[in-house]
């Protein structure tokens, strides 16, 4: 019952609000529940304990930092308010980029737009390792042989990290493109994927499910801040 | 199948004139052909000139006529081209969209509409012909090098295009994955694909290839037909620039006598390491790198040859074990502080403005260094690209500069990475020379690779890393 | 055989072909990394300069992407992107005011060829991390009451006060405001000198 990529944006906006409305310790908790049964629902349930026991270290942490470190409280009341809407994300990315490029151009969102997605979710953990492999380069050529050097000369060490990742950066870009536009990005025909693509009764179902268990939750638990 | 009439293409405006002059040449339906040639001599615009991407996408003006299956590539719609070829690129990273083998292939066909029962069927034949099919459902990120291109290559040809190209497919393989890739290009062969090949390893094609053609600063040198390139020697290859496995220097190797026990070396003992997500693992390893002379560290991918040249160099702290220089134990940040690692793609090394900062990058610029940059310059052939910036140069070029940056700084452990892949035949020999320069001038050098030539030319001895169990390719 | 030519001429127009999409992606996808870490280790004790501070290390790298892109809309797509990942994040309302001050941004760089000109990029750019920074106020000035009521079972009422000044009190946002948009231009300035150090010595773009 593979679930729409298109639900998975609905949930995750309609999370949004209800974490702006929600008030309390309670009101998050009930949230953050939700987002695990939503997952579970989706077959990621490693995802969902992941989410599940970040929360409650961050909650239990908090509750002992704050006594001594504001900002710090700060900071993870801050995360633990991502929590429930970073959970439904995760059923995202979760999700073939193919079927959600798919399901979004169904949604008539531009084809540029989809290719962007596309790549923001590919390259990201790309890039990054593009950039840890630029720090190996500048360590395995001995640039700054002590710890204070690169505080000494920070220009120095932004260039030498700026320099190789345009390289890389335009290298790809165009490399990608090249290779797009061979594979038929620029072909006018409509989308297809291998995967299932389409809004059935499930799709409504887990979503109207979310938000009255939602709403209902928050409404018995000190109401919603309307 | 392919014909060229004629062509000329050059790129840009009107300052530098690079691309290729006069081509004419053909490719029969079915037919597999390599491109081979010195570096820069023009092979890939050939091969653009063939997918369309030139004049489209690497703007330039052209002249003459280019006709693939009777039309120009050029002109062709999308779905068109898409179909009627398939065109594989020399670095997997570039070249994937998706994160699953499964959806990597069916790429191409989503773009252009498919039906999904179509595709399914297609991408499992596809896979089926090409061996992979146990591949599909794994992560493109987990798989060894080998296994990308073979993954790449069966998403260019899922549509079955009667034309493939591919451009320098086996610059990063080892013997065996470029084994398994002619393989996979006989079958297609087999099927009635025409192939087109650009690569400098040449006698790995031997057994798929009906013609060689030689490019020689953008026109067509001399073509060969299988049997006949078979026949020639090293020597007859050599006014070409191309690589042979029969390579030699021109002088003696000068290979250094055996050394006695307690030569000074850098030792490591009982080193282990591993990847915590990979799973790649290094056991109980004992190296020992003698001073003043170049060992190779040959393997297969995958069995931890570059996580060893890190661990050497200080870049990865060794879970057990330990690094010892003769008998003094040396820390990993020690280790970084006397050592040097060349990385196989040098764009990630250079940072400078021109040739002459990038050799003395970071360093105060007295009188002694000053020397040893001139005289890195001259040994390197680098005096004429002094003012260059480094990234405006060739890729042989670029791995010449971060060497002679090896050369000036104070490293006494030199660990190269690869330096000869993508390399013409020059580029081998000058690496070669370089390496043992390196070592005379008193640098412990240890260098990773696959090349034999390499290995024979320039190293003193060999240490070969063996995997514990083999994986299934 | 009579020898066709084909002469190709090189188009300036402001029509975004897919690689400029891609570039668009590829570029912001190294800025948004740096959002990130910066975000991560400034957040919120360098609200004030948190801003800044990642506009001056994106600075350069947003001047290359401009450069190479050229053509108008640079920074409303960017603005975009930087909106969708927030909504990642539960912020759905950085979305809508990233966007406003995109199209804002694109006013400024109205004209032909001006995101290769170094100033106006950097006005752009500037008002582009300034509307960055006011996102970054939104939840702890929206959402006072219920940081209050969670914070307030630890601490002392006096405490939170000092802390939250800083992001209330309209001096302190404008001052916030002001520090991004100099963050952003003296990144701009420093990506005017990398990029002909570099970019342009080496006919990269």
Redesign the interface.
């Given at each position: 019952m593979p679930i729409d990529p298109r639900t998975h944006i609905a949930v995750?906006?309609a999370?949004?609000?209800f974490?702006?409305l929600?008030?309390?310790?309670v009101q998050l908790h009930i949230l953050v529940a939700l987002s695990a049964l939503y997952l579970t629902g989706n077959r990621l349930l490693r995802q969902a304990v992941y989410g599940v026991l970040a929360y409650a270290a961050m909650t239990a942490l908090m509750?002992v930092a704050?006594?001594h470190a504001?900002?710090f409280?700060?900071?993870l009341?801050?995360f633990i308010?991502?929590m429930?809407?970073?959970m439904i994300?995760a059923a995202?990315t979760g999700s073939?980029?193919?079927r959600m490029?798919?399901a979004l151009e169904r949604a008539r969102v531009p084809k540029?737009l989809l290719?962007?997605?596309?790549?923001?979710f590919?390259?990201?953990?790309?890039?990054?390792a593009e950039?840890q492999?630029?720090r190996?380069?500048?360590?395995?050529?001995?640039?700054?042989?002590r710890w204070d050097s690169a505080l000494r000369?920070p220009t120095?060490l932004?260039?030498?990290f700026?320099?190789?990742?345009?390289?890389?950066?335009?290298?790809?870009?165009?490399?990608?493109?090249?290779?797009?536009?061979?594979?038929?990005?620029?072909?006018?025909?409509?989308?297809?994927?291998?995967q299932?693509v389409g809004l059935k009764a499930i799709d409504g179902l887990a979503a109207g499910l979310y938000a009255l268990l939602a709403a209902a939750g928050l409404y018995a638990t000190g109401g919603l801040l309307l | 199948m392919i014909a060229l009439n004629g062509v000329t293409f050059l790129y840009g405006h009107d300052e530098e004139e690079t691309g290729v002059r006069g081509v004419s040449l053909s490719v029969q339906a079915g037919e597999c052909a390599v491109l081979c040639g010195r570096s820069g001599c023009g092979k890939s615009t050939v091969l653009r000139l063939i997918n369309g991407l030139a004049p489209s996408f690497f703007p330039g003006r052209l002249t003459g006529e280019v006709l693939v299956a009777g039309r120009n590539p050029a002109l062709l719609a999308p779905e068109e081209r898409t179909q009627r070829m398939g065109v594989v690129f020399q670095d997997p990273r570039s070249q994937f969209f998706m994160d699953h083998v499964r959806e990597e292939l069916a790429f191409s066909a989503e773009n252009l509409g498919f039906a999904r029962e179509d595709m399914l069927r297609q991408i499992a034949a596809q896979a089926q012909l090409l061996g992979i099919a146990e591949l599909l459902d794994r992560k493109l990120s987990l798989l060894s090098s080998g296994q990308k291109q073979r993954v790449a290559i069966a998403a260019a040809s899922v549509l079955a295009p009667p034309l493939l190209i591919l451009d320098e497919p086996t610059a990063n393989l080892d013997e065996k994955a470029t084994q398994a890739i002619v393989e996979l290009l006989l079958r297609l062969k087999h099927n009635g694909t025409t192939i087109v090949i650009s690569d400098h390893r040449l006698h790995a094609y031997l057994a798929v290839a009906d013609s060689f053609i030689c490019m020689e600063q953008g026109e067509v040198a001399r073509s060969w037909t299988r049997e006949a390139f078979a026949r020639l020697s090293c020597a007859d290859l050599r006014p070409y620039g191309l690589r042979h496995p029969d390579m030699t220097a021109a002088g003696s190797t000068g290979q250094a006598a055996s050394l006695p026990v307690d030569a000074p070396a850098f030792l490591g003992r009982d080193l282990a390491f591993r990847y915590p997500r990979r799973g790649e693992e290094l056991d109980g390893i004992n190296l020992a790198l003698p001073k003043g002379q170049v060992t190779a560290l040959i393997g297969d991918n995958g069995a931890g040859k570059t996580t060893l040249g890190k661990m050497m160099s200080g870049l990865l702290r060794q879970r057990k074990g330990k690094v010892l220089d003769r008998h003094t134990a040396l820390s990993a940040s020690r280790r970084r502080a006397l050592s040097y690692l060349v990385m196989q793609d040098a764009d990630y090394q250079l940072y400078a403005d021109s040739v002459g900062n990038e050799l003395v990058l970071g360093r105060r610029l007295d009188d002694t260094l000053r020397q040893r940059a001139y005289e890195a310059l001259d040994a390197f052939g680098l005096s004429e690209l002094r003012d260059r910036h480094p990234a405006s140069l060739s890729g042989g070029e670029k791995q010449r500069v971060t060497m002679a940056a090896a050369y000036c700084s104070d490293a006494e452990l030199i660990v190269l990475d690869e330096p000869t892949s993508g390399l013409d035949a020059d580029g081998v020999l000058n690496v070669a020379a370089w390496a043992r320069k390196l070592a005379e001038a008193g640098k412990t050098v240890m260098i990773i690779t696959h090349d034999r030539v390499l290995t024979r030319l320039a190293c003193d001895q060999v240490v070969e890393l063996k995997r514990k169990e083999a994986q299934r390719l | 055989m009579q020898a066709s030519t084909q002469v190709q001429h090189t188009e300036v127009s402001n029509k975004w072909k897919m690689r400029d999409f891609i570039t668009l992606a590829i570029f912001n996808v190294v800025m948004l990394i740096v959002i990130t870490i910066v975000g991560m280790i400034a957040h919120p004790l360098g609200y004030l300069v948190g801003g800044g501070l990642t506009a001056l290390l994106n600075g350069p790298i947003y001047m290359v992407m401009s450069n190479k892109i050229g053509k108008r809309g640079i920074l409303l797509f960017s603005a975009l992107i930087l909106g969708l990942y927030f909504v990642a994040f539960g912020y759905v309302q950085y979305l809508i005011i990233l966007t406003v001050f995109g199209v804002i941004c694109e006013l400024v760089m109205w004209g032909s060829d001006t995101y290769r000109d170094p100033l106006r990029n950097a006005c752009g750019y500037g008002l582009y991390y300034v509307s960055y920074s006011l996102c970054g106020v939104l939840p702890l000035i929206f959402f006072r009451d219920q940081y209050m009521a969670v914070l307030k079972l630890s601490y002392t009422p006096s405490k939170l006060e000092n802390m939250l000044y800083y992001y209330e009190t309209p001096s302190m946002v404008i001052l916030m405001c002001i520090c991004s948009f100099v963050g952003a231009f003296a990144g701009c300035m420093a990506g005017k000198a990398l990029l002909k150090k570099h970019v342009k010595k080496a006919k990269l773009v």
């Amino acid at each position: 019952m593979p679930i729409d990529p298109r639900t998975h944006i609905a949930v995750l906006l309609a999370a949004s609000l209800f974490v702006m409305l929600a008030r309390g310790a309670v009101q998050l908790h009930i949230l953050v529940a939700l987002s695990a049964l939503y997952l579970t629902g989706n077959r990621l349930l490693r995802q969902a304990v992941y989410g599940v026991l970040a929360y409650a270290a961050m909650t239990a942490l908090m509750s002992v930092a704050a006594r001594h470190a504001v900002t710090f409280g700060i900071i993870l009341y801050t995360f633990i308010r991502m929590m429930p809407v970073v959970m439904i994300g995760a059923a995202l990315t979760g999700s073939a980029p193919g079927r959600m490029m798919c399901a979004l151009e169904r949604a008539r969102v531009p084809k540029p737009l989809l290719v962007m997605l596309c790549i923001l979710f590919r390259f990201f953990p790309v890039l990054l390792a593009e950039m840890q492999a630029i720090r190996d380069g500048i360590r395995a050529r001995g640039i700054f042989p002590r710890w204070d050097s690169a505080l000494r000369r920070p220009t120095l060490l932004y260039e030498c990290f700026f320099v190789p990742l345009v390289v890389r950066c335009l290298k790809l870009s165009s490399e990608l493109a090249a290779s797009a536009e061979l594979r038929g990005i620029e072909c006018t025909r409509r989308r297809t994927s291998i995967q299932p693509v389409g809004l059935k009764a499930i799709d409504g179902l887990a979503a109207g499910l979310y938000a009255l268990l939602a709403a209902a939750g928050l409404y018995a638990t000190g109401g919603l801040l309307l | 199948m392919i014909a060229l009439n004629g062509v000329t293409f050059l790129y840009g405006h009107d300052e530098e004139e690079t691309g290729v002059r006069g081509v004419s040449l053909s490719v029969q339906a079915g037919e597999c052909a390599v491109l081979c040639g010195r570096s820069g001599c023009g092979k890939s615009t050939v091969l653009r000139l063939i997918n369309g991407l030139a004049p489209s996408f690497f703007p330039g003006r052209l002249t003459g006529e280019v006709l693939v299956a009777g039309r120009n590539p050029a002109l062709l719609a999308p779905e068109e081209r898409t179909q009627r070829m398939g065109v594989v690129f020399q670095d997997p990273r570039s070249q994937f969209f998706m994160d699953h083998v499964r959806e990597e292939l069916a790429f191409s066909a989503e773009n252009l509409g498919f039906a999904r029962e179509d595709m399914l069927r297609q991408i499992a034949a596809q896979a089926q012909l090409l061996g992979i099919a146990e591949l599909l459902d794994r992560k493109l990120s987990l798989l060894s090098s080998g296994q990308k291109q073979r993954v790449a290559i069966a998403a260019a040809s899922v549509l079955a295009p009667p034309l493939l190209i591919l451009d320098e497919p086996t610059a990063n393989l080892d013997e065996k994955a470029t084994q398994a890739i002619v393989e996979l290009l006989l079958r297609l062969k087999h099927n009635g694909t025409t192939i087109v090949i650009s690569d400098h390893r040449l006698h790995a094609y031997l057994a798929v290839a009906d013609s060689f053609i030689c490019m020689e600063q953008g026109e067509v040198a001399r073509s060969w037909t299988r049997e006949a390139f078979a026949r020639l020697s090293c020597a007859d290859l050599r006014p070409y620039g191309l690589r042979h496995p029969d390579m030699t220097a021109a002088g003696s190797t000068g290979q250094a006598a055996s050394l006695p026990v307690d030569a000074p070396a850098f030792l490591g003992r009982d080193l282990a390491f591993r990847y915590p997500r990979r799973g790649e693992e290094l056991d109980g390893i004992n190296l020992a790198l003698p001073k003043g002379q170049v060992t190779a560290l040959i393997g297969d991918n995958g069995a931890g040859k570059t996580t060893l040249g890190k661990m050497m160099s200080g870049l990865l702290r060794q879970r057990k074990g330990k690094v010892l220089d003769r008998h003094t134990a040396l820390s990993a940040s020690r280790r970084r502080a006397l050592s040097y690692l060349v990385m196989q793609d040098a764009d990630y090394q250079l940072y400078a403005d021109s040739v002459g900062n990038e050799l003395v990058l970071g360093r105060r610029l007295d009188d002694t260094l000053r020397q040893r940059a001139y005289e890195a310059l001259d040994a390197f052939g680098l005096s004429e690209l002094r003012d260059r910036h480094p990234a405006s140069l060739s890729g042989g070029e670029k791995q010449r500069v971060t060497m002679a940056a090896a050369y000036c700084s104070d490293a006494e452990l030199i660990v190269l990475d690869e330096p000869t892949s993508g390399l013409d035949a020059d580029g081998v020999l000058n690496v070669a020379a370089w390496a043992r320069k390196l070592a005379e001038a008193g640098k412990t050098v240890m260098i990773i690779t696959h090349d034999r030539v390499l290995t024979r030319l320039a190293c003193d001895q060999v240490v070969e890393l063996k995997r514990k169990e083999a994986q299934r390719l | 055989m009579q020898a066709s030519t084909q002469v190709q001429h090189t188009e300036v127009s402001n029509k975004w072909k897919m690689r400029d999409f891609i570039t668009l992606a590829i570029f912001n996808v190294v800025m948004l990394i740096v959002i990130t870490i910066v975000g991560m280790i400034a957040h919120p004790l360098g609200y004030l300069v948190g801003g800044g501070l990642t506009a001056l290390l994106n600075g350069p790298i947003y001047m290359v992407m401009s450069n190479k892109i050229g053509k108008r809309g640079i920074l409303l797509f960017s603005a975009l992107i930087l909106g969708l990942y927030f909504v990642a994040f539960g912020y759905v309302q950085y979305l809508i005011i990233l966007t406003v001050f995109g199209v804002i941004c694109e006013l400024v760089m109205w004209g032909s060829d001006t995101y290769r000109d170094p100033l106006r990029n950097a006005c752009g750019y500037g008002l582009y991390y300034v509307s960055y920074s006011l996102c970054g106020v939104l939840p702890l000035i929206f959402f006072r009451d219920q940081y209050m009521a969670v914070l307030k079972l630890s601490y002392t009422p006096s405490k939170l006060e000092n802390m939250l000044y800083y992001y209330e009190t309209p001096s302190m946002v404008i001052l916030m405001c002001i520090c991004s948009f100099v963050g952003a231009f003296a990144g701009c300035m420093a990506g005017k000198a990398l990029l002909k150090k570099h970019v342009k010595k080496a006919k990269l773009v």
